[in-house]
């Protein structure tokens, strides 16, 4: 088997937490288990890969570079293995696959579901609507009441003037069922998702999972607020064990090498709001004074060497090592 580790043209490799930082790919290279080479993501479909050869890359927050990959990525991922694997690269930025994947795999105790028309928004008030796309607290409204959902219907879900006067025009000319079908589909669209609310949260967890190695973040809610992400409050102390299970749980219904997992816990359990598989801030990973590592059915935690390049090495190092690909 041979790893080949695609950069963009440029020579960066994200998940450093900043647009301007980049992964040092020739130590992550260095401190893989197997022989490596550094490409670019323009070589990916002029090499011959064999079906046992593995292509690690990372998704981008800019959309244009992100949308090629999910591209190329579709072919690649047909002749050998792609890591993160092509779910989770679907997943990046798109919280409407994100609800898809883990309402087909059941897990996350959360109900939910994506839609592109409001009125097929179905959950009961209180609930929370996101945009599919958005980094924290950026695009996520908690809808208490029928106003807020009208709100939000005419902020997000509405059409433009010149779409209006268009539309007028059409009732005129068309005929009643001709003029329905058309309508509907000029009605204000929009891609979001509905998740239940969970009250009463004064903090939720950023879990970050490298192979059997588990990060954490506790993360305070403002006052006044129902959000957690991008508040920018807080604490690097241990969750409950009960949490960390709920990560392990969810980790390995993902099956990929590492994970960012936002995890909240009420009287009632554990939920998963989001997650993420590729290209997420390493912040829990480069702050937490500790780690909780699983091994042998028993876990124990030990000090962080805040090491990104030996962490996301060791995450895939596990991940290769544990999931051999069959040669053809």
Not at 28 to 47: A, C, F, G
Not at 243 to 252: E, M, Y
Request: proline share 4%; glycine share 6%.
């Amino acid at each position: 088997m041979k790893v080949y580790i695609a950069t963009l043209p440029n020579g960066f490799f994200g998940s450093a937490g900043h647009s301007w930082k980049s992964l040092d790919v020739n130590r992550l290279s260095t401190l893989l288990d197997y022989p490596t080479e550094i490409i670019t993501i323009n070589d990916l479909m002029n090499i011959n890969f064999a079906a046992d050869d593995t292509v690690i890359y990372t998704s981008d927050d800019e959309e244009n570079i992100r949308l090629y990959l999910r591209d190329v990525m579709y072919f690649v991922n047909k002749k050998c293995r792609i890591l993160p694997s092509y779910n989770m690269l679907l997943g990046h930025e798109n919280k409407g696959f994100q609800e898809l994947f883990r309402s087909e795999l059941g897990f996350g105790n959360l109900q939910g579901s994506y839609f592109f028309d409001i009125y097929d928004s179905t959950l009961p008030i209180p609930k929370v609507l996101k945009t599919v796309s958005g980094a924290g607290s950026s695009g996520v409204f908690l809808a208490r009441n029928k106003n807020d959902v009208l709100k939000i219907k005419n902020k997000f879900f509405d059409v433009s003037h010149k779409r209006k006067v268009i539309k007028l025009q059409r009732r005129l000319r068309l005929k009643k069922k001709e003029f329905s079908i058309y309508n509907y589909r000029h009605k204000g669209f929009n891609l979001f998702v509905e998740q239940e609310f969970v009250p009463n949260l004064s903090n939720d967890f950023k879990i970050l999972v490298f192979g059997n190695r588990y990060y954490w973040l506790k993360r305070m809610i403002k006052k006044n607020d129902f959000r957690a992400s991008g508040s920018g409050l807080f604490e690097y102390i241990k969750p409950p064990i009960e949490v960390l299970d709920f990560a392990r749980s969810i980790f390995k219904k993902l099956d990929n090498p590492y994970a960012s997992l936002d995890i909240a816990q009420s009287t009632e359990g554990c939920y998963l709001i989001e997650f993420q598989g590729t290209n997420f801030g390493p912040l829990a990973l480069l702050e937490s004074p500790n780690r909780w590592v699983y091994s042998n059915n028993s876990c124990i935690e030990e000090k962080n060497n805040k090491d990104l390049e030996e962490n996301f090495a060791y995450a895939l190092n596990i991940f290769l090592n544990n999931n051999p690909v069959a040669s053809f």
